[in-house]
């Protein structure tokens, strides 16, 4: 039993989190089958799209303190999140670009359109993200619009961003409900 306790403590703190949050995320499953999917007004796909897949995402929005216009702030970097399917799967992964790649390879690159700022001060916005590249054959190959509904935390840090932690990362972790649009 020590040398257990022993090994897990070893673990860094990143790979701690992961296991929290996989151990997390099959308690919450139940939840997000049912979660509320309706999508407001400001930040609805166009008519002539449908929705072809949802996805629920557990990872980090990535800060880095930077000197700007003679202010030090926390800029968003990258979002780094694994994708799960209703089933606890992990089917893709969400990062850089921002990016989303389905396990087949299939990737897209989208750009913000609209905002909505659901829980201000608790998480970050519900987005309309228009698809703007596509890469490789699959799942994502047709997707034109996303939308990311259901954030829970995800803010910038609230820790001091200064010279002494000029280019510094702050990794914050976040959820959210992605749906991904294709033409009817």
Known sequence: ???????FLKLNAKAAM????????????????GANMDVP??????????????????????????FHSNVYAWQLQAPDAKLF????SVVGNHYSGPIWE???????????ISKLDVDLGVSIPW????????????????????NRINTQGGLMPTSLCNTNHLGSEKRIN???DY???SAR
């Open 102 to 112: 389905y396990k087949e390879g299939s990737r897209i690159v989208g750009r913000v």
């Open 127 to 146: 987005l309309l993200v228009e698809v703007i590249a596509h890469y490789g054959e699959g799942m994502f190959s047709n997707i034109n619009f996303i």
């Open 18 to 33: 992961m296991i929290k949050g996989y151990f997390f995320l099959s308690l919450l499953f139940p939840f997000v089958a």
């Open 1 to 7: 039993m020590c040398a257990i306790k022993y090994n």
């Open 174 to 176: 976040y959820t959210a």
């Open 179 to 181: 749906i991904f649009y």
């Open 41 to 66: 007004e400001a930040i609805k796909a166009p008519t002539a799209q449908v929705a072809k897949l949802t996805v629920h995402a557990i990872g980090d929005q990535i800060y880095q303190c930077v």
């Open 85 to 88: 399917d209703m089933k606890g």
